[in-house]
């Protein structure tokens, strides 16, 4: 389990405790968190599950992989912080996770 | 609609269906929510059932769209095990199985499509199996292991896949095609020839242009497969995925329009009855990019018709036009499908098969109608975008994978 905290692009905040095994973006849709849209349901197929990570998450959320890279760079507003959150497994060491969301996931 | 004393019914707890009362919820909506289901579980990914869950990479968890409290907890009344049985749309009151009735405001149809069957001999036999549901991907997965043999009539993206899974799960299995290719009907022929020759290098045969006449069986259930040039094909199970029917019949019934879907405006709106909609699987739509109206069986469709009739339930504004779009894994293949080929003139083919890393274009002059994308993100991605903004490529290029795809379509 670990305590992630969701903010959407209007500053709202979530605070979920997601559990271990599931990736940051299932965290997200199973609670019903608006703005991470997910279309594919994890398969890595659609980038609609776009969020930035706080940076100094950056190094425990690991990296992207080539077929992640290839899907962030043709998403809307990608920074060096972008993930695609269905790629991201949720562990312990995740425990006060930050995600934002950008503005629009299409 | 924002009243708290409104009422929308969804009728199908599919993921078009679950999805639509989620949206509800998350657009603010403060009315009550009923949400029929006829499976005994509460909305689920369909598409993991031929790939992921098959393999057993995945567990029912990981397929609920919501965990089962999300449903209390957003006060959604979600009603498994029970079916609409009829509309009466000047009453606006809906009839269920169970024998109650409810009233709605709004009606939303998620009812789904159905497997079309195979009419032959011996269908009824035990081990002849369709995949849409959770129950029958769980009967598929019990007869599936190492050694079994598994026929899969019809060549399409479900049997496909099934195959895949199939071979990763250690069965023998054959695929037996109608039509003289795979994949016939929904791809171009290049990407047919490259999926044949795919799954047999992973050992999964293929008869191709044979008909299948009946199934035998043993002490009632299925032992093999008789085609029409007199030949038994030997099996433990059958898969059969020959496409799919829209469960339309509680819409025709109440005299709301219907072309194989009910039809549909831009939110998702019965032509017949602003105060009933029509979402996924079931609806017959306009797609505004192609200047047409269709029926499409997709998840991306599923989540997109979910969003516009929940925002005109809402208030909110239209959503902006989409390009369809749909996916299949198999093997290591990430194949990715943006738009359809309507009116496609031309096939152009950037990168190479052998590689299995390529793109097909269907282009209709210098338009980009349609892009198959096997592990080639980047040609999926700006295919999209090239097919809703209608901006004309320049062949040359789009041929050359030495230039990329953002030089493409700058």
Redesign the interface.
Known sequence: MAKITYIQHDGTEHVIDVKTG?SVM?GA????I?GI?A???G?????TCHVYVKDEWLEKTGTRSA?EE??L??AEGVEANSRLACQIKVTDALEGLVVTMPESQ? | MSDVAAHVVIVGAGHAGGTAAAMLRQFGYAGAITLIGDEPIAPYQRPPLSKAWLKGEADADSLALKPIEFYAGANIDFRPNVSATAIDRAAKTVALSDGSSLAYDALILATGARAIALPVEGKDLGGILYLRTAAHAEALKATLGKGRKLAVVGGGYIGLEVAASGRALGAEVVVLEREARLLARVAAEPLSTFFQAYHEKHGVRFELGCSVTGFQGKDGRVTGVTLADGRTIACDAVVVGVGAHPNEELAKAAGLECARGVVVDLDARSVTDPNIFAIGDVAHRPMPVYDRMFRMESVPNALEQARQATCAITGRPRPPGECPWQWSDQYDLKLQIAGYAFDADEILIRGNPQTAKFAIFHLKGDLVQSVEAINAPPEFMMGKTLILSRKPVNKAKLADPSISMKEVAA
């Open positions: 599931l299932e849709v199973k609670n019903n608006p849209d279309d594919c349901g398969a890595c197929a659609c980038a077929m290839s899907m760079d043709f299409h």
